[in-house]
């Protein structure tokens, strides 16, 4: 690219992002006038779910900047996202007034007023457990909390101290992981398997989540969503093989991970070691089973198999240029682990209809 096509291209960004920040002016504004804190801008840490390109210029096989990956993204752009369009980062951004796309955090030309608003730090293939990062080559949880950091300083330089806590303690954070940690790398590697029975396993994984949290907190971050586990055994790679039904240790697992995560965020909000803090649980678990339970009443048509097909070999570099399938709006699941962005903006509708006030 030419740098000033570059530049122009630029331009157009930021003036597309002061577009949309208009009606956050004014969500401001409504905010005030409830007495609800104010939202200036959105942090998401996870995996491939909410990863928007922070792998793309990784040696990995966990990255999605290729078609057939982005066909429905605005200018049917492969960003990275493991999806054919949005991801849940952008529907939660949007949802909360502040903008319509939540970059990544790595490998792009990030503007101040990007920086204001917020980023991810997201890597496909990462878990709370630093052992599941290590196969996928992703950021490990730990990973995006450095991230984090760096981000903090890079702000302080350009807008000083005072204004970097503003932005800081004025943003609503995401957390998705787990679903590698179980998937990928509790029922795939054996390693995990010697040290840990199932329960024990989700216990190391709760703590580690917990950890993860706290340290957030400790960072400056007041208000974080804990998105939980989705049901696992239910992706089209995960099935049963034969009958094709989800595949019940699986979902369990996530489950149990679910309801003890559950039970630590109570214990978080009541013990407030950082005064002001405010954690939620958002279930995507429920959510998004209903969804394959009852596909019919969501305009869905397939709910076991992906549309770029359903192996664990039917998803991210191993379908790079592959032919996606004609008509992904009957889709659940847009590869053989990720859902199709129909079905993120579902999914995504409903926490704002019922958790998404625990953080206001
Ligand atoms: C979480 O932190 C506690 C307290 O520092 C520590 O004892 C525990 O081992 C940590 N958990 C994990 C899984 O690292």
Known sequence: MSPSLRRGLLTGIALLFVNLLLPCVHGAAAAAATGKTKISSVFVFGDSIVDPGNNNNRLTEAKADFP???????????TGRFSNGRVPGDMLASGLGIKEL???????????????????????GSGYDPLTSIPAT????????????????????????EET????????YFTVMGANDLANNYFTIPLRRHQYDLPSYVKFLVSSAVNFTMKLNEMGAKRIGFIGIPP????????????????????????????????????LNAQQSIPGSKFAYLDIYYNLLDLI????????????????????????????????????NDYIFWDSFH????????????????DMQDLM
């Open 293 to 328: 339970q009852r596909p019919g009443f969501y305009g869905f048509k397939e709910v076991a198999e992906g549309c770029c097909g359903s192996t664990v070999l039917n998803a991210a570099i191993f379908i790079k240029y592959h032919p996606a399938c004609p008509n992904v």
């Open 102 to 124: 939540l970059p990544p955090y790595i490998g792009v030309d990030l503007q101040l007023n990007d920086l204001l608003t917020g980023v991810v730090f997201a890597s496909g």
């Open 339 to 354: 859902p199709t962005e129909k079905a993120y903006k579902i999914v995504v509708d409903k926490l704002f209809q019922q």
């Open 232 to 267: 696992i055994g239910c992706c089209p790679s995960q099935r049963e093989l034969g009958s094709r039904e989800c595949e019940p240790m699986r979902n369990q697992a996530a489950q149990l991970f679910n309801s003890e995560i559950m039970k630590e965020i109570h214990r």
């Open 68 to 78: 057939p990956y982005g066909q429905d993204f605005p200018g049917g752009k492969a």
């Open 165 to 172: 806590a503003r932005v800081i303690s004025e943003g609503v």
């Open 138 to 161: 992703a950021t490990s949880s730990t990973g995006q909390l450095e991230l984090f950091l760096d981000y903090k300083e890079r702000l302080k330089a350009l807008v000083g101290e």
